[in-house]
Every structure is written in structure tokens, then in C-alpha cells.
């Protein structure tokens, strides 16, 4: 069974910096797919950013420029770094892996979330 945990979130200003964390609880290349989502009060969940472990990366348009996904694998972890933060972004951000079974049976993993206040 694999656990994810974030961690990383806070308060910060309009125009500030976070590192978020996912960190994994076996070997991170077994995941074949991680992602960061974020929801707001109100809001529906969306998409942040994705890593595979080949190592491709996807983001959201409204982050493109801002934000960078990374993965350290001797750590099992992946991180969300976020610059230039906007009230916006206000969120609880959760960490998603997919695991694709060789047959392709598809299972999916979240963390428990890490809220990030961005203050104007």
C-alpha cells in the first residue's frame, strides 16, 4: 500500500515562494505518474502539475512560468515549487500517484493535503 504525505504549505505574501513536498513510502519509480492538485473553498479540484517517471513533465496553464516539478529519487519525494505566488493560489494541495499495473489496471494514491495561503 502506498502512502503519500505533504508537506511544505504555509502562509506566505503575493509574490512569494513555497516548496511543497510529496513524499513517497516505497520507491518513488514504481509510481508511474505524480501529480499535484490543488482545490479552494468553493472551487472544484484542478490539475497543478505532473511528473512521470520517465521524468515528463505537464502544468497547468495559470502556473506555467511559476511553478516547476521536480522528482529526487534517491529521496523518494517530489516536490512543487512555487514562485511569484498570487492570492489566487490559495488552496489545499494534494499529491496524487498513479500506479499502472502490467496488465493496465490503473491504481490511484492521495495524500492527505498541505494548505498554502498566499495574503495580498
Known amino acids: 500500500q502506498v502512502q503519500l504525505v505533504e508537506s511544505g504549505g504555509g502562509l506566505v505574501q503575493a509574490g512569494g515562494s513555497l516548496r511543497l513536498s510529496c513524499a513517497a513510502s516505497?520507491?518513488?519509480?514504481?509510481?508511474?505518474?505524480i501529480s499535484w492538485y490543488r482545490q479552494a473553498p468553493g472551487k472544484q479540484r484542478e490539475m497543478v502539475a505532473t511528473i512521470t517517471n520517465s521524468g515528463t513533465t505537464h502544468y497547468a496553464d495559470f502556473v506555467k512560468g511559476r511553478f516547476t516539478i521536480s522528482t529526487d529519487y534517491a529521496r523518494n519525494t517530489v516536490y512543487l515549487q512555487m514562485d511569484s505566488l498570487k492570492p489566487e493560489d490559495t488552496a489545499v494541495y494534494l499529491c496524487?500517484?498513479?500506479?499502472?499495473?502490467?496488465?493496465?489496471?490503473?491504481?490511484?494514491?492521495w495524500g492527505q493535503g498541505t494548505r498554502v495561503t498566499v495574503s495580498s
Open positions: 516505497e520507491n518513488i519509480f514504481r509510481i508511474n505518474t
Open positions: 496524487n500517484g498513479v500506479i499502472v499495473s502490467t496488465s493496465g489496471r490503473s491504481f490511484n494514491y
